[in-house]
């Protein structure tokens, strides 16, 4: 838990922290990174390079170091590691998408107020065009392809043989399953724009060839047939707790007996629901970009899945520093068992798993 604000100092210290996250989005608003790329450069032969004054950029670029982004020796600036890759556009491992989502949000946040006054999020007429569906969803492949191998490193399928990624936008998640469990079959199910990044991403990939699309309306549609786990991820915080009741019901259905639903969300931990603190500002980015989501405390979200028929539910923990949201992932299983996979002798003596009965 952060410190909490309790003298004028700490709230004047609380306030001002916007000073580094505007620095260093003014860097990515200006490409500073790719412009450094792999040289090293004084403070005049960059500003000439990028068209920006000598005395801004001596400013930004002593703060910039201060912060890590570039290495500063005598006059002379380059990048450090993470400024050389993935904020360098020049590099494969730029996660360029991404790096726009998050400079985009700081207007957005300047405009909290109107979102506060009018519970609509800010540009609540515009429709889902698929341009911006297929943007957002780089940008969530950006922000999770370190991250979700390391969830798959540390979540036991149990020989699952098939997985649905519900909402599962490029796909990263279900890659890092496959990848993991070679007897594993996923599903990809969102708006076709983003099963279209999902595709390309997955052709990079050898596990590729065993992920399916499933272009579906998670709200309303029902999920054609059945799986032995759902991977439910980041999808719950967009919606109200009556939508995901609703969802919940239609996973159940779609599980095998014995099917795990695993949720990974911002979930809030504490009786009052206030932290994490990151899981309470995420229900804030909720009211800027969504007609009806928030985040949820682990608790409620329990009780919503007791009522949909889920047993068994609990929390799975993760190792700190490889999580993808604070304090765990929320599992919870389809009643029943499941149909254990048969292991047949072969005549040579070799065993080797049959098909479920499934
Ligand atoms: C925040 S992204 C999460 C992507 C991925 N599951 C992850 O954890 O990185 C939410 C995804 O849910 C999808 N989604 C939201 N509402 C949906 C709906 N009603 N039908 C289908 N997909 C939906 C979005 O298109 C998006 O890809």
Redesign the pocket.
């Known amino acids: 838990m952060s410190r909490q604000i309790a003298t004028f100092d700490d709230l004047r210290d609380a306030i001002t922290a916007y000073r580094l996250p505007r620095v260093l989005i003014a860097a990515l608003e200006l490409n500073l990174c790719t412009a450094v790329g792999t040289k090293t450069w004084t403070i005049p032969a960059l500003a000439r390079e990028m068209k920006v004054s000598e005395r801004g950029l001596a400013i930004l670029c002593r703060n910039l170091a201060m912060a890590g982004l570039l290495k500063k020796k005598g006059e002379i600036y380059r990048n450090s590691r993470l400024g050389a890759t993935a904020l360098n556009a020049a590099h494969p491992a730029y996660r360029g998408d991404y790096l726009r989502l998050m400079t985009s949000h700081w207007a957005d946040w300047g405009r909290l107020l109107e979102s506060v006054r009018s519970g609509l999020p800010l540009d609540h007429d515009e429709p889902?065009e698929p341009d911006y569906?297929r943007r957002?969803?780089w940008a969530?492949?950006h922000?999770?392809l370190e991250t979700?191998p390391q969830i798959a490193a540390q979540l036991n399928l149990g020989g699952a043989r098939t997985l649905l990624?519900?909402?599962?936008?490029?796909g990263?998640?279900a890659m890092a399953f496959l990848a993991k469990n070679p007897q594993l079959r996923a599903t990809v199910?969102?708006?076709p724009a983003?099963l279209d990044v999902a595709k390309e991403i997955a052709t990079t990939h050898k596990a590729g060839s065993r992920l399916s699309y499933l272009p579906?309306?998670?709200?309303?549609?029902r999920i054609p047939g059945t799986y032995d786990v759902i991977?439910?991820?980041?999808?719950l915080h967009?919606?109200s707790p009556q939508d995901n009741r609703a969802v919940f019901q239609r996973a159940l259905a779609a599980l095998n007996p014995g099917g795990r639903l695993l949720i990974?969300d911002a979930f809030l931990h504490d009786r009052e629901g206030l932290h994490p603190d990151e899981s309470s500002l995420f229900a804030v980015s909720m009211l800027l970009f969504t007609e009806r989501g928030n985040t949820y405390t682990a608790a409620e979200t329990k009780a919503w899945l007791t009522d949909a028929g889920f047993t068994r539910i609990k929390i799975v923990r993760m190792k700190k520093g490889t999580e993808?949201w604070e304090d765990g992932i929320l599992e919870a299983r389809s009643p029943g068992t499941p149909v254990k996979t048969r292991v047949r002798r072969t005549q040579s003596g070799n065993s080797s798993r049959s098909r479920s009965s499934r």
């Open positions: 889902d569906r957002f969803t969530m492949h922000r999770t979700a990624d519900l909402g599962g936008g490029p990263t998640y199910c969102d708006r983003a579906l309306d998670l709200l309303t549609d991977w439910y991820s980041n999808v967009i919606y990974q993808d």
